[in-house]
Protein backbone atom coordinates (compact mmCIF):
# COMPACT_ATOMS: atom_id res chain seq x y z
CA UNK A 1 0.00 0.00 0.00
CA UNK A 2 1.06 3.76 -0.80
CA UNK A 3 2.27 5.44 2.49
CA UNK A 4 -0.58 7.37 4.24
CA UNK A 5 0.35 10.15 6.16
CA UNK A 6 -1.90 8.68 9.16
CA UNK A 7 -2.09 5.77 10.37
CA UNK A 8 -4.85 5.09 13.17
CA UNK A 9 -4.54 1.82 15.16
CA UNK A 10 -7.66 0.44 16.88
CA UNK A 11 -7.71 -2.16 19.95
CA UNK A 12 -11.26 -4.37 18.93
CA UNK A 13 -12.21 -6.81 21.91
CA UNK A 14 -16.02 -7.62 22.17
CA UNK A 15 -16.69 -4.11 20.61
CA UNK A 16 -19.86 -4.80 19.12
CA UNK A 17 -21.67 -2.28 20.56
CA UNK A 18 -19.50 0.58 20.06
CA UNK A 19 -17.12 -0.42 17.02
CA UNK A 20 -20.04 1.64 14.62
CA UNK A 21 -20.05 4.79 16.38
CA UNK A 22 -16.05 4.53 16.82
CA UNK A 23 -15.10 3.84 12.96
CA UNK A 24 -17.68 5.94 11.81
CA UNK A 25 -16.29 8.99 13.67
CA UNK A 26 -12.74 8.28 12.04
CA UNK A 27 -14.40 7.51 8.18
CA UNK A 28 -16.36 11.60 8.80
CA UNK A 29 -12.76 12.97 9.44
CA UNK A 30 -11.83 16.25 7.60
CA UNK A 31 -8.71 15.09 7.26
CA UNK A 32 -8.74 12.00 4.86
CA UNK A 33 -5.20 11.00 4.29
CA UNK A 34 -4.98 8.04 6.73
CA UNK A 35 -4.88 4.15 7.10
CA UNK A 36 -7.25 2.23 9.59
CA UNK A 37 -6.11 -0.75 11.01
CA UNK A 38 -8.66 -2.72 13.34
CA UNK A 39 -6.95 -5.25 15.30
CA UNK A 40 -9.33 -7.95 16.07
CA UNK A 41 -7.77 -9.03 19.94
CA UNK A 42 -9.35 -12.25 20.20
CA UNK A 43 -13.04 -11.14 20.75
CA UNK A 44 -16.09 -13.75 21.02
CA UNK A 45 -18.78 -11.55 19.97
CA UNK A 46 -19.02 -10.47 16.67
CA UNK A 47 -16.69 -7.93 16.17
CA UNK A 48 -14.41 -9.21 13.91
CA UNK A 49 -17.27 -9.88 11.29
CA UNK A 50 -18.05 -6.27 11.72
CA UNK A 51 -14.27 -5.29 11.19
CA UNK A 52 -14.41 -7.37 7.92
CA UNK A 53 -17.59 -5.62 7.14
CA UNK A 54 -16.19 -1.92 7.79
CA UNK A 55 -12.98 -3.02 5.51
CA UNK A 56 -15.15 -4.19 2.36
CA UNK A 57 -16.63 -1.05 2.46
CA UNK A 58 -13.62 1.48 2.93
CA UNK A 59 -10.52 0.51 1.21
CA UNK A 60 -8.63 3.15 3.97
CA UNK A 61 -9.32 -0.10 6.55
CA UNK A 62 -7.26 -2.94 7.01
CA UNK A 63 -8.29 -5.93 9.67
CA UNK A 64 -5.44 -7.63 11.56
CA UNK A 65 -6.96 -11.19 13.53
CA UNK A 66 -4.76 -12.21 16.63
CA UNK A 67 -5.77 -14.04 19.57
CA UNK A 68 -6.52 -12.65 22.85
CA UNK A 69 -3.67 -10.91 24.20
CA UNK A 70 -4.47 -7.78 25.91
CA UNK A 71 -4.41 -4.10 24.38
CA UNK A 72 -0.61 -3.82 24.93
CA UNK A 73 0.27 -6.68 22.81
CA UNK A 74 -2.47 -5.34 20.41
CA UNK A 75 -1.23 -1.85 20.13
CA UNK A 76 2.29 -2.95 19.53
CA UNK A 77 1.12 -4.76 16.85
CA UNK A 78 -0.13 -1.99 15.62
CA UNK A 79 2.98 -0.28 16.11
CA UNK A 80 4.59 -3.20 13.47
CA UNK A 81 1.96 -2.88 11.02
CA UNK A 82 1.38 0.87 10.92
CA UNK A 83 2.56 2.62 7.23
CA UNK A 84 1.79 5.95 8.10
CA UNK A 85 4.71 8.86 8.93
CA UNK A 86 2.53 9.22 12.22
CA UNK A 87 0.71 7.14 14.50
CA UNK A 88 -2.22 7.98 16.53
CA UNK A 89 -4.63 5.64 18.55
CA UNK A 90 -8.06 5.62 18.96
CA UNK A 91 -10.10 2.89 21.92
CA UNK A 92 -13.20 1.12 20.29
CA UNK A 93 -15.20 2.20 22.47
CA UNK A 94 -14.64 5.97 21.99
CA UNK A 95 -15.23 8.24 19.49
CA UNK A 96 -13.51 11.58 18.10
CA UNK A 97 -14.44 15.12 16.47
CA UNK A 98 -14.52 15.30 13.39
CA UNK A 99 -11.28 17.88 13.36
CA UNK A 100 -9.50 15.34 15.53
CA UNK A 101 -6.70 14.22 12.72
CA UNK A 102 -6.62 17.84 11.08
CA UNK A 103 -5.52 19.55 14.02
CA UNK A 104 -3.37 16.97 14.97
CA UNK A 105 -1.81 17.07 12.22
CA UNK A 106 -1.93 21.17 11.72
CA UNK A 107 -0.51 21.26 15.11
CA UNK A 108 2.33 19.57 13.73
CA UNK A 109 2.85 21.56 10.59
CA UNK A 110 3.03 24.94 12.78
CA UNK A 111 5.40 23.09 15.45
CA UNK A 112 8.06 21.09 13.31
CA UNK A 113 10.21 21.00 16.43
CA UNK A 114 8.04 20.31 19.42
CA UNK A 115 8.31 16.83 21.05
CA UNK A 116 4.91 15.59 20.76
CA UNK A 117 1.77 17.15 19.49
CA UNK A 118 -1.23 16.41 22.18
CA UNK A 119 -5.28 17.23 22.18
CA UNK A 120 -7.28 17.88 24.92
CA UNK A 121 -10.57 15.22 25.48
CA UNK A 122 -13.85 15.42 27.13
CA UNK A 123 -15.81 12.43 29.53
CA UNK A 124 -18.77 11.47 28.03
CA UNK A 125 -20.94 9.47 30.45
CA UNK A 126 -24.13 8.17 29.61
CA UNK A 127 -26.32 7.82 32.86
CA UNK A 128 -29.00 5.35 33.40
CA UNK A 129 -31.57 7.12 32.19
CA UNK A 130 -29.52 7.66 28.66
CA UNK A 131 -28.67 11.25 29.38
CA UNK A 132 -25.36 12.95 28.17
CA UNK A 133 -23.00 14.29 31.10
CA UNK A 134 -20.18 15.97 29.47
CA UNK A 135 -17.03 17.04 31.64
CA UNK A 136 -14.02 18.95 29.91
CA UNK A 137 -10.60 19.02 31.10
CA UNK A 138 -8.87 22.05 31.31
CA UNK A 139 -8.83 23.70 27.75
CA UNK A 140 -9.58 27.07 26.15
CA UNK A 141 -9.59 28.39 22.54
CA UNK A 142 -5.79 28.62 22.28
CA UNK A 143 -2.50 25.76 21.64
CA UNK A 144 -0.59 25.68 24.75
CA UNK A 145 3.27 25.31 24.81
CA UNK A 146 4.17 23.20 27.58
CA UNK A 147 7.32 21.40 28.47
CA UNK A 148 8.16 17.45 29.57
CA UNK A 149 9.77 19.23 32.80
CA UNK A 150 5.95 19.74 33.61
CA UNK A 151 4.70 16.78 33.36
CA UNK A 152 3.42 16.58 36.30
CA UNK A 153 1.30 19.59 36.13
CA UNK A 154 -0.45 17.88 32.91
CA UNK A 155 -0.25 14.51 34.67
CA UNK A 156 -2.58 16.69 37.29
CA UNK A 157 -4.58 17.49 34.23
CA UNK A 158 -4.46 13.83 33.29
CA UNK A 159 -3.27 14.86 29.66
CA UNK A 160 -0.16 12.31 29.71
CA UNK A 161 -2.49 9.25 30.41
CA UNK A 162 -3.25 6.91 27.84
CA UNK A 163 -2.26 6.84 24.19
CA UNK A 164 -5.22 8.34 22.83
CA UNK A 165 -5.16 12.18 22.12
CA UNK A 166 -2.16 12.18 20.83
CA UNK A 167 -0.01 12.48 17.35
CA UNK A 168 3.40 10.20 17.61
CA UNK A 169 5.95 10.25 15.16
CA UNK A 170 6.69 6.46 13.62
CA UNK A 171 10.29 6.99 13.06
CA UNK A 172 10.94 8.19 16.77
CA UNK A 173 8.63 4.73 17.75
CA UNK A 174 10.94 3.01 15.22
CA UNK A 175 14.25 4.17 16.02
CA UNK A 176 14.11 3.97 19.74
CA UNK A 177 11.88 0.13 19.41
CA UNK A 178 9.42 1.96 21.49
CA UNK A 179 6.79 -0.26 22.67
CA UNK A 180 4.02 -0.83 25.44
CA UNK A 181 5.28 -2.98 28.53
CA UNK A 182 2.88 -6.24 27.84
CA UNK A 183 3.47 -7.44 31.45
CA UNK A 184 2.17 -4.57 32.84
CA UNK A 185 -1.79 -4.69 33.56
CA UNK A 186 -2.12 -0.69 34.36
CA UNK A 187 -0.19 2.37 33.60
CA UNK A 188 1.68 0.83 30.63
CA UNK A 189 0.57 3.73 28.41
CA UNK A 190 1.37 6.04 30.59
CA UNK A 191 5.55 4.87 30.78
CA UNK A 192 4.78 4.58 26.95
CA UNK A 193 4.63 8.84 27.07
CA UNK A 194 7.12 9.27 29.25
CA UNK A 195 9.56 7.00 27.02
CA UNK A 196 8.80 8.74 23.85
CA UNK A 197 8.89 11.95 25.79
CA UNK A 198 12.44 11.14 26.56
CA UNK A 199 12.99 10.05 23.39
CA UNK A 200 12.44 13.08 21.64
CA UNK A 201 15.08 15.78 21.18
CA UNK A 202 12.98 18.64 21.48
CA UNK A 203 10.84 18.45 25.17
CA UNK A 204 8.30 21.26 24.24
CA UNK A 205 4.59 19.34 24.10
CA UNK A 206 1.95 21.34 22.05
CA UNK A 207 -1.43 20.98 23.36
CA UNK A 208 -4.66 21.27 21.38
CA UNK A 209 -6.78 22.94 23.86
CA UNK A 210 -9.76 21.75 21.87
CA UNK A 211 -12.00 18.70 23.19
CA UNK A 212 -11.42 16.65 19.99
CA UNK A 213 -11.46 12.96 21.59
CA UNK A 214 -14.59 11.78 23.42
CA UNK A 215 -13.72 9.21 26.41
CA UNK A 216 -16.87 6.92 26.36
CA UNK A 217 -18.18 5.68 29.81
CA UNK A 218 -21.16 3.74 29.60
CA UNK A 219 -23.44 2.52 32.43
CA UNK A 220 -21.93 -1.21 32.87
CA UNK A 221 -18.33 0.38 32.37
CA UNK A 222 -19.10 2.57 35.31
CA UNK A 223 -20.55 0.29 37.87
CA UNK A 224 -17.89 -2.28 37.13
CA UNK A 225 -14.41 -2.43 39.30
CA UNK A 226 -11.18 -4.94 38.48
CA UNK A 227 -9.27 -6.38 41.00
CA UNK A 228 -6.15 -6.02 40.64
CA UNK A 229 -3.78 -8.56 43.19
CA UNK A 230 -0.69 -6.78 42.79
CA UNK A 231 -1.43 -3.20 42.46
CA UNK A 232 0.83 -2.04 44.76
CA UNK A 233 3.91 -3.89 43.00
CA UNK A 234 2.63 -2.32 39.97
CA UNK A 235 2.67 1.22 41.72
CA UNK A 236 5.92 0.77 42.66
CA UNK A 237 7.38 0.23 39.55
CA UNK A 238 5.69 3.16 37.50
CA UNK A 239 6.27 5.20 40.17
CA UNK A 240 9.94 4.48 40.27
CA UNK A 241 10.32 4.90 36.51
CA UNK A 242 8.31 8.04 36.67
CA UNK A 243 10.45 9.57 39.26
CA UNK A 244 13.68 8.17 37.44
CA UNK A 245 12.66 10.41 34.28
CA UNK A 246 11.52 13.45 36.47
CA UNK A 247 15.12 13.19 37.87
CA UNK A 248 16.86 12.81 34.51
CA UNK A 249 15.30 15.51 33.20
CA UNK A 250 15.45 18.12 36.11
CA UNK A 251 12.65 19.30 37.05
CA UNK A 252 11.89 21.44 39.28
CA UNK A 253 10.54 21.33 43.03
CA UNK A 254 6.98 22.24 42.14
CA UNK A 255 6.52 18.92 39.90
CA UNK A 256 8.90 16.88 42.53
CA UNK A 257 6.01 18.34 44.77
CA UNK A 258 3.27 16.78 42.20
CA UNK A 259 4.69 13.75 41.73
CA UNK A 260 4.65 12.87 45.27
CA UNK A 261 0.85 13.90 46.06
CA UNK A 262 -0.35 12.19 42.59
CA UNK A 263 1.74 8.79 44.42
CA UNK A 264 0.19 9.57 47.74
CA UNK A 265 -3.14 9.04 46.62
CA UNK A 266 -2.47 6.54 43.86
CA UNK A 267 -1.27 4.56 46.88
CA UNK A 268 -4.53 5.37 48.77
CA UNK A 269 -6.29 3.74 45.42
CA UNK A 270 -4.03 1.00 45.82
CA UNK A 271 -4.86 0.02 49.56
CA UNK A 272 -9.04 0.56 48.78
CA UNK A 273 -8.65 -2.31 45.74
CA UNK A 274 -7.08 -4.39 48.78
CA UNK A 275 -10.92 -4.44 50.14
CA UNK A 276 -12.18 -5.56 46.94
CA UNK A 277 -14.76 -7.92 47.04
CA UNK A 278 -13.15 -9.76 44.60
CA UNK A 279 -10.36 -10.12 47.13
CA UNK A 280 -10.89 -13.72 48.86
CA UNK A 281 -8.75 -12.40 51.53
CA UNK A 282 -10.33 -12.36 55.18
CA UNK A 283 -10.84 -8.83 56.62
CA UNK A 284 -7.89 -8.86 59.34
CA UNK A 285 -5.88 -10.50 56.55
CA UNK A 286 -6.52 -7.28 54.40
CA UNK A 287 -5.72 -5.19 57.27
CA UNK A 288 -2.56 -7.00 57.83
CA UNK A 289 -2.04 -6.34 53.81
CA UNK A 290 -1.91 -2.69 54.16
CA UNK A 291 -0.27 -2.23 57.21
CA UNK A 292 2.49 -3.74 55.12
CA UNK A 293 1.90 -0.74 52.58
CA UNK A 294 1.77 1.69 54.87
CA UNK A 295 5.13 1.21 56.54
CA UNK A 296 6.66 0.58 52.96
CA UNK A 297 9.65 2.83 52.28
CA UNK A 298 7.21 4.09 48.82
CA UNK A 299 4.28 4.98 50.67
CA UNK A 300 6.20 6.74 53.64
CA UNK A 301 8.15 8.51 51.33
CA UNK A 302 4.96 9.95 49.75
CA UNK A 303 3.28 10.45 52.98
CA UNK A 304 6.03 12.61 53.60
CA UNK A 305 6.79 14.27 50.83
CA UNK A 306 3.22 14.97 49.57
CA UNK A 307 1.69 18.83 50.14
CA UNK A 308 -1.78 17.68 50.08
CA UNK A 309 -3.57 19.09 53.15
CA UNK A 310 -4.89 16.05 55.20
CA UNK A 311 -6.90 15.92 57.86
CA UNK A 312 -5.54 15.73 61.64
CA UNK A 313 -7.33 12.54 62.38
CA UNK A 314 -6.23 11.01 59.42
CA UNK A 315 -2.88 12.16 59.20
CA UNK A 316 -2.75 10.35 62.91
CA UNK A 317 -4.02 7.29 61.59
CA UNK A 318 -1.40 7.32 58.95
CA UNK A 319 1.31 7.78 61.45
CA UNK A 320 0.27 4.50 63.44
CA UNK A 321 1.36 2.53 60.64
CA UNK A 322 -2.57 0.62 61.17
CA UNK A 323 -4.65 0.38 58.47
CA UNK A 324 -7.85 -0.52 60.92
CA UNK A 325 -7.54 3.25 62.22
CA UNK A 326 -7.02 4.60 58.87
CA UNK A 327 -10.67 3.18 58.23
CA UNK A 328 -12.27 4.37 61.51
CA UNK A 329 -11.36 7.99 61.02
CA UNK A 330 -12.75 7.54 57.24
CA UNK A 331 -15.75 6.17 58.99
CA UNK A 332 -15.89 9.44 61.59
CA UNK A 333 -14.84 12.10 58.89
CA UNK A 334 -17.68 10.64 56.67
CA UNK A 335 -20.22 10.46 59.35
CA UNK A 336 -18.90 14.30 60.59
CA UNK A 337 -19.62 15.47 56.71
CA UNK A 338 -22.83 13.97 56.31
CA UNK A 339 -24.05 15.82 59.95
CA UNK A 340 -22.64 18.93 58.40
CA UNK A 341 -24.34 18.61 54.97
CA UNK A 342 -28.37 17.80 57.18
CA UNK A 343 -27.40 21.29 59.22
CA UNK A 344 -27.46 23.14 56.14
CA UNK A 345 -30.61 21.49 54.58
Known sequence: MPQSLISIVVPVYNATSTLELCVNSIQNQSFGDFELLLINDGSTDCSLELCNKFAIED????????????????????????????????????????????????????H???????????????ASKKTLQIICYSYDEHVNKSSRCEIMTLHKKW????????????????????????????????LFNFDYLDAVENTNIIIINKPNYNYMV?????????????????YKNIHSKMLDYITKWKCNQKQIELFYNAAFWKYE???????????????????????????NKDFKDAFAMTQTRINVVLKFAYYTGNYFFVMAANSVLSLFSKIKKRGKV
Open 218 to 234: YEAQRLSTKYYPDMFGI
Open 159 to 190: LDAGPVCKLYDAAILKKHNLKMDEQLSLGEDL
Open 269 to 295: VVMQNTFDKQNLLGFFAKIKYNNKILK
Open 112 to 126: PDAGHIWCGFKRMEF
Open 59 to 110: PRISVIDKPNGGPSQTRNLGIDNANGKYIVFVDSDDSVEPTYLEDLITARKN
